[in-house]
């Protein structure tokens, strides 16, 4: 394990290279990682680094999201066929449907979407900022899309805008329920209960927070209750015990987890950094119109 950190250590300086990962991937990814955060740390971030290359651990969305904002740097991803279903869960298809049917419509695009998505959206959202930026438009209907579960929770939190929903989902999000909860509510019900948006209304109303990765992480570390039960990707654990050793956190029975996230391993780091394969190239003209959507969520969220 020393002798392949040490190697990636020389090769990121040797590439002038920066590590970024997300809060899914393995333990021992996040330990070496220049940065950890979530999707809209991270798009943020990579414009800010002065490095030449950008090493995204993360599924392929994220990567694409760095190269749209960043055209002259090298970015490169450990795994390629890292990805996310729900990136690909809504078509242009659809989206042109839904534009011919209603007007003042603002399409509205979680970050988790593929490049082609982005940009045929008005802006981009992340789980943190989703709210602020839809109650800031001036468009009375709003296409959320992909995601359906994040799409309806921020919906209920803004009634004076009407939301067109797609069928999108995340998996490892939607598998967790009511029961699941309910079961560590009954086991631990000192817990307060911190619930990622991506998950369904049942899940969301048993809450005591609902936010992003890092908001959940924030919450924990602010907060002065010792016991949590986290309803996310079990890869965020890695921080909340970083961060707060004396304090407890439960997931459910079924550990939640991201198969595409846990493709990334040092060894295919350290792999990626040594040949430079694994670049995420887009069309010029594709990555202009993602990268207006992609500057909209930076500008609204400021």
Excluded: W
Aim: proline share 4%; charged share 25%.
């Amino acid at each position: 394990m020393k002798d392949i950190i040490e190697s990636i250590k020389e090769l990121k300086n040797k590439r002038d290279a920066v590590i970024l990962a997300h809060y899914y991937v393995n333990d021992s990814v996040q330990a070496i990682a220049d940065y950890v955060g979530d999707s809209y740390y991270l798009s943020k971030l990579a414009v800010e680094t002065p490095h030449e290359t950008v090493l995204l651990c993360g599924v392929r969305f994220m990567g694409e999201s760095v190269k749209i904002l960043n055209p002259n740097k090298t970015v490169i991803m450990p795994d390629l066929s890292a990805d996310c279903p729900m990136a690909h869960m809504v078509n242009e298809e659809k989206i042109k449907q839904v534009k011919n049917k209603f007007e003042d419509l603002a399409v509205v695009c979680y970050i988790n979407s593929t490049a082609k998505i982005k940009a045929l959206s008005n802006v981009c959202v992340t789980s943190s900022n989703a709210l602020q930026i839809v109650k800031s438009l001036p468009q009375k209907n709003i296409f959320f899309i992909p995601d359906n579960n994040l799409g309806r929770y921020i919906a209920h939190l803004l009634p004076e805008k009407n939301f067109i929903f797609n069928e999108g989902f995340c998996h490892v999000h939607t598998k967790m329920n009511k029961d699941n909860v309910g079961k560590l509510k009954k086991l631990h019900p000192e817990a307060k209960v911190l619930v990622h948006p991506e998950c369904t209304m049942d899940v969301i109303e048993l809450a005591d927070y609902v936010g992003s990765t890092s908001g959940i992480i924030n919450y924990a570390k602010k907060n002065s209750d010792n016991s949590f039960i986290v309803c996310t990707e079990h890869g965020i654990n890695y921080e909340l015990k970083k961060e707060n050793p004396e304090k407890q956190f439960y997931f459910t029975e079924e550990i939640p987890t991201c198969i595409d996230m846990k493709k990334i391993t040092l060894k295919n780091i350290e792999e990626a950094l040594k040949t430079m394969e694994n670049k995420i190239e887009l069309d010029e003209d594709l990555r202009i119109k993602a990268e207006k959507a992609l500057k909209k969520m930076h500008e609204l969220a400021e």
